[in-house]
């Protein structure tokens, strides 16, 4: 069972930082950037200045500071702490920040990808008793192993837990069979049904992809041209159908604002129409509840196998798996960390 007195005994990198005597820096610019500005302000931490790779430089300003080389920095300050304001998923970048952690004391904060809040103590001791629950639905060790060093990383800030919890993508927990029917929310470009045709030997029985950007929907129809028996959808995944509004642009982060582009938003269930489905993936940037409450009668009925990003919002390692074992209780739920700094690729895989 989970030990909040384990946790709370931890020394969060919000006090570490707050206390510090040392000079602290923001590596990275951009809403991540932005985000750990606000947080310094809230909690009265100061910020001494923001640096950037060495091709990023080039006498930018950003939010008042002059960006800086750590290079320059460091011939500068000869003591100073670091928090990293980016998320590092290839592993070219993630072992340039292990050099820079081997140099100097580095926090990596868990910041929600989309909404407010923070995973602090308070926060733990508040929805402990749910965060208990989870666990004690987690069908293996690796999966309770994984929880709590998540738990321990959200509140230090350390990399150290997380890569104590990692596990290979080439994992293939949900054990793909050749007569799937999948659907892939948040299809993008195609890349993850890629993913799934080199699980299924390129095996299937029938391909859903989603995807609300224009752009890369146009890219997904291109990638998938030669596949049959695939139904690509321009739209965005809701609780039910209607229509929203989506920022503009062309990576993989498509967000709901008021000022975006007007985009159809369909459900899981609208779009099967009661037929069945053997595997859903959700990875839709903080709307993963909506997809769920859309996907209901298709998890209660079918029982698909599941892969859902647990990352995007302050509470979803907790809400979402609670919200999956109460649609269909059947379910062995499991979690798995994947090689990225922070935590943003971690999932919720679900089996009956």
């Not at 979803?316 to 499991?334: S, W």
Request: net charge negative; hydrophobic share 35%.
């Amino acid at each position: 069972m989970l030990d909040i007195n384990k946790f709370l005994s931890l020394e969060s990198y919000l006090d570490v930082l707050r206390r510090s005597d040392e000079p602290i820096f923001i590596y990275g610019m951009g809403d991540g950037c932005l985000k750990l500005l606000k947080i310094f302000d809230e909690y009265h931490i100061p910020c001494s200045g923001i640096f950037a790779s060495d091709e990023f430089v080039r006498d930018k300003i950003f939010e008042g500071h002059k960006i800086r080389s750590l290079s320059e920095i460091e011939s500068q300050v000869e003591k100073f702490t670091i928090v990293l304001a980016f998320g590092a998923g290839y592993k070219e970048l993630r072992d340039k920040i292990d050099m820079i952690e081997k140099k100097h004391r580095l926090f990596v904060p868990d910041m929600p990808v989309i909404g407010d809040g923070l995973f602090t103590k308070d926060y733990l001791k508040d929805n402990f008793d749910k965060l208990s629950e989870v666990y004690e639905l987690l069908c293996d060790e690796h999966s309770k192993l994984c929880y709590e060093k998540l738990i321990e990383y959200k509140i230090t800030g350390c990399l150290e837990p997380l890569r104590a919890c990692e596990s290979s993508p080439s994992e293939n927990i949900l054990n793909l069979g050749s007569d799937e029917v999948y659907v892939d929310l948040g299809a993008y470009t195609g890349d993850t049904v890629a993913d799934f045709l080199r699980a299924t030997g390129g095996k299937y029985q029938r391909i859903y992809a989603v995807e609300p950007n224009g752009r890369n929907f146009r890219k997904l129809s291109e990638n998938t041209s030669s596949l049959s028996n695939v139904t690509l959808i321009n739209a965005a995944i809701g609780s039910e159908d209607g229509v929203t509004r989506v920022l503009k642009g062309g990576g993989r982060m498509i967000r709901r604002s008021d000022s975006g582009i007007e985009t159809e938003v369909r459900s899981v269930d609208s779009i099967l129409s009661g037929s069945e489905c053997s595997y859903i993936k959700m990875d839709i940037e903080g709307e993963e509840k909506a997809a769920l409450l859309g996907a209901k009668e298709t998890i209660s009925k079918f029982s698909p196998k599941l892969n859902i990003a647990v990352y995007h919002r302050v509470g979803d390692l907790f809400k979402l798996p609670l919200m999956v074992h109460e649609m269909n209780p059947g379910y062995r739920l499991y979690i798995r960390h994947y090689p990225y700094y922070p935590a943003w690729d971690t999932n919720l895989f679900c089996l009956n």
